[in-house]
């Protein structure tokens, strides 16, 4: 349990310390052509089973469970985001209907953006939509995993 907290409380150190030297950097007034991407996936009881698959521009960068958090730095500019679902099951009778592949065209313009991982259920598969969110929302996130 206590391997667990520290793991957590490092990582957290380490977003910290990668947002101040963004931050940094930004003041400098040199324009930075890369951008931190942070993703969270909190627990949501409907897909307690599934792994989702994320991808950015065709490549695997994650597999996120219930309370798992990734972070990718890119180039700014237009990219697309994806999230996929190896196996899942479809009970239509409850309106689950498994999940479905998931893709989004976004453009990132700034140091940094935040991402939630959220599954939408619908009668033919619910998909994993990535919504992008504000610092404050991700780091209030970030603090109940």
Known sequence: MNTFKGLKLLLLGSIIALTAMTGAFAEDGADSKVTTI????P??????????????????????????????ETEKGKHKFETKVGLSLSIPVTGFGGAKKFKSKVKLDKDQHFYKIV?????????????????AEYNELFAQI
């Open 38 to 41: 942070s993703f969270i996936r």
């Open 43 to 72: 627990t949501d009881v409907m897909t307690i089973g599934q792994k989702v698959k994320l991808s950015v521009d065709g490549k695997e960068i994650a597999k996120l469970g219930h309370n798992k958090v990734a972070v990718f």
């Open 119 to 135: 599954y939408k259920a619908a009668m033919m598969g619910g998909k994993h939509r990535i919504i992008e969110i504000d610092e």
